[in-house]
């Protein structure tokens, strides 16, 4: 017998109160319980909600530690490190990691199995050997220009070079998941057990005396990215491999890297976003403000993981409705998504401002300068949270190459702003650069889906009147 929470509410309500609420109950019902595509990626989304959200305060708790333990000036080292590996190794996928979520239900709905046998394989080993190479190459260059950096940057940076190829199969992992549907595969391995991992070592290899610095820490993330990757590897690819079953491959190369190319252009621009603000402040201040930047950086994903959460939820979906000419359930779907991201950052927001000052302070007494900073980042975030995931729409329906342009102008825009604002301002100059980059690509999104697909995905659009989803 399935749980009905209208039904429930219904015998344990009084009527009046039960009459009120059936409607909302029986929406929850359909998401929760429903067997539609919508109700399935309703569901995904709340899934990865929630992964992210457990992920969210891992990361979080495990910061803390680090900062602790390292002090600011070994923890912005590592941070910064850190952030420079996570960029690179997002990179090194070429943007085969996005392009799986489309291929995978593609090839499948079509029946294109030898196609889908080839991508699988084709797509690790192109990765793999774009990963290997950028980590030669970075390794090279830094032992080349080891005297022109600054001393305490060049080993740990050489040790997250060794990062670098299990951190690129690692992301195409999460999207051959993401491409079946299957969310905890996607996300468990990189978002909860590696974070642990790291920390769980970082703790080991204090406990025995080892030095609490930032080589320490790069030491750890080898060995957590290493067993995390390796792991994901036995069990996505595997899984995968059984399901397409034996067969001949089809190795279409040149179509796959057609679409990932401007795929990887895409991802690429939104990472570099993401992070920019961090690097930048790394290339113009001493460690110890990139380590205040970077722990209110931390605390302030605590409010952005909701757009990450709902994205990786949704992007099998859109490219379904894009490939099954249903346009009218499409413009629905995406309203909802908006929905979907804008309240639930708003309310996260809020409950960060109001506990921003004690959440920094775990870090210790000198990161809470950073809590001024967080008015400023939140108002991006939420800005950008007017459009929902905007941009799998376009990447998902064949649009990637006008998201890519975009991307690469809001690109422009934050890197100009950080460079101007920063040596004037500090932090603030940061914080300012970044909030005002995320409003920027808010509007962009929302006028470049308005005139490709005719649809108004922004919050306080009218909802769309015609088609089911």
């Known amino acids: ?78 941070v910064l490190v850190w952030t420079a590996m996570l960029i690179l190794g997002n990179l090194s996928c070429l943007g085969f990691h996005t392009s799986m979520i ?26 793999f050997a774009a990963s290997t190479l950028i980590a030669l190459a970075g ?7 080891s005297d022109r950096i600054e001393p305490h940057h060049v080993v740990p940076f050489l040790l997250g070079m060794v990062c670098l190829p299990m951190m690129g199969l690692s992301d195409l992992m999460q999207g051959v998941a993401r491409g079946h549907a299957w969310p905890f595969h996607a996300m468990l ?36 990215v290493y067993a995390t990757t390796l792991f994901q590897l036995v069990t996505v690819s595997n899984r995968a491999e059984r399901q397409a079953a034996a067969g001949p491959r089809a190795f279409g190369v040149r179509g796959w890297v057609v679409v990932s190319l401007p795929v990887f252009l895409i991802e690429g621009f939104i ?75 708003l309310a996260m927001a809020a409950l960060l401002l109001a506990a921003g000052e004690p959440l920094l302070m775990l870090f210790g007494a000198e990161f809470t300068a950073g809590y001024p900073l967080l008015f400023v980042l939140v108002a991006g975030v939420v800005a950008r949270a007017v459009v929902g995931p905007a941009e799998s729409v376009l ?10 342009r975009l991307y690469a102008l809001v690109l422009v825009v934050n890197v100009a702003l950080n460079c101007v ?10 914080a300012i650069a970044t909030a005002v980059a995320m409003a920027c690509e808010a509007v962009f999104l929302a006028f470049t889906v308005r005139a490709k697909l005719g649809i108004d995905m922004w919050m306080g659009a009218a909802a769309p009147k015609t088609g089911n989803a």
Not at 10 to 28: M, N, Q
Not at 139 to 145: D, N
Request: hydrophobic share 55%.
């Open 189 to 224: 391995p990189t978002y909860i057990v590696r974070p642990l991992l790291l920390l769980i070592l970082m703790v080991v290899a204090v406990a025995v005396g080892a030095p609490a610095s930032a080589e320490t820490g790069m030491y750890a993330a080898i060995v957590a």
């Open 421 to 430: 604002l920063i040596p004037l301002y500090g932090l603030w100059g940061a």
């Open 139 to 145: 390794a090279a260059m830094i032992h080349a220009l």
């Open 271 to 345: 990472y570099i976003l993401t992070n920019a603000d961090v690097l930048m402040v790394g290339f113009f201040l001493p460690p110890t403000d990139v380590a205040v930047y970077f722990a209110t950086v931390k605390t302030l994903a605590l409010v952005h993981f909701v757009y990450f959460a709902v994205r990786a939820g949704v992007a099998q979906r859109f490219a379904g409705l894009m490939h099954g000419d249903r346009a009218d359930e499409l413009a629905t779907f995406a309203h909802d998504t908006v929905r979907w991201t804008f309240w639930p950052t």
């Open 102 to 127: 489309r291929f995978i239900p593609e090839y499948r709905g079509q029946g294109r199995v030898a196609e889908l046998r080839g991508v699988l394989l084709g797509s690790r080993l192109i990765v």
């Open 1 to 78: 017998m399935r749980v009905s929470a209208a039904t429930t509410a219904e015998r344990i309500l009084p009527e009046r109160l039960a009459s009120r609420a059936r409607p909302h109950l029986e929406a929850f019902d359909a998401l929760a319980f429903g067997s539609g595509e919508r109700s399935h990626a309703a569901r995904m989304s709340f899934t990865a909600f929630a992964v992210r959200v457990t992920s969210a305060f891992i990361a979080f708790a495990s910061q803390v530690f680090l900062a602790r333990w390292m002090g600011g000036f070994e923890y912005g080292v590592f």
């Open 395 to 404: 990447t998902m329906g064949g649009y990637q190459n006008a998201c890519a």
